[in-house]
């Protein structure tokens, strides 16, 4: 705490109050500046008050920090202030977080009742990563991880890992045609080429494509 001393000059008081401190300092993570009357090096009540709040301390047994606000530190006085108490709580586990998060319905899913992504499917986060809901699921309830994981009961956000199947990409798609998922079922190109081991290659994104047209391609660019 820093007291300076500066003199009072407004008007008639200057002969009644000749000094007045000014007292800067921080209580907590506040700062204040009080003017208080300073004679003969006496600290006034004012000053006194100040001063010992600088040097208090918060009134949780075992706690020695700094004071910041309704007789604790800042630490305790966010506890208070966040979960209406004090007192240590622990912080929940991932699984309490997750079941925390789905419900039963009248079929037997565990529907999220969490955050979802913008296609129906809940979201969690796990290890500081959005992950699938259902996914994490499987994971807990089986101990492997899944190429690919198929609701059984049709219900995106149902989390339930007895409603949970393990499928292979291809399989996944071709249990849910979708815009591009329908490639994979045709047989022969537009131009009504087989799409075999002898007329398909594959580029580097994995898309098919059939030889036949290719070089039907070149001929016409001669």
């Known amino acids: 705490m820093q007291r300076l001393i500066q003199p009072f000059t407004y008007g008639r008081i200057a002969s009644a109050m000749p000094l007045i401190g000014?007292?800067?300092?921080?209580?907590?993570?506040?700062?204040y500046a009080c003017y208080a009357v300073i004679r003969h090096d006496v600290r006034t009540s004012h000053y006194d008050r100040l001063y010992w709040l600088g040097m208090r301390t918060c009134s949780i047994d075992g706690c020695d920090a700094k004071h910041y606000g309704r007789s604790w530190c800042y630490r305790h006085y966010m506890q208070w202030f966040r979960n209406g108490h004090t007192t240590n709580v622990h912080p929940p586990t991932e699984r309490e977080r997750f079941d925390a998060r789905w419900q039963y319905d009248e079929h037997g899913c565990h529907i999220w009742t969490g955050a979802r992504f913008n296609n129906g499917y809940g979201q969690f986060k796990l290890d500081g990563k959005t992950q699938l809901a259902h996914r994490v699921a499987w994971v807990w309830s089986r101990g492997?991880?899944?190429d690919q994981v198929h609701h059984r009961c049709g219900v995106k956000a149902c989390v339930n890992p007895q409603h949970l199947e393990a499928v292979s990409r291809k399989d996944h798609a071709k249990r849910h045609p979708g815009r591009n998922s329908g490639n994979s079922l045709?047989?022969?190109?537009?131009?009504?080429?087989?799409?075999?081991?002898?007329n398909t290659y594959l580029d580097r994104r994995g898309h098919r494509h059939c030889r036949s047209c290719g070089r039907d391609r070149k001929r016409a660019m001669r």
């Open 186 to 198: 045709k047989t022969h190109c537009p131009a009504g080429h087989a799409y075999d081991d002898k």
């Open 144 to 146: 492997t991880e899944p």
């Open 22 to 31: 000014v007292m800067r300092g921080t209580v907590g993570q506040r700062s």
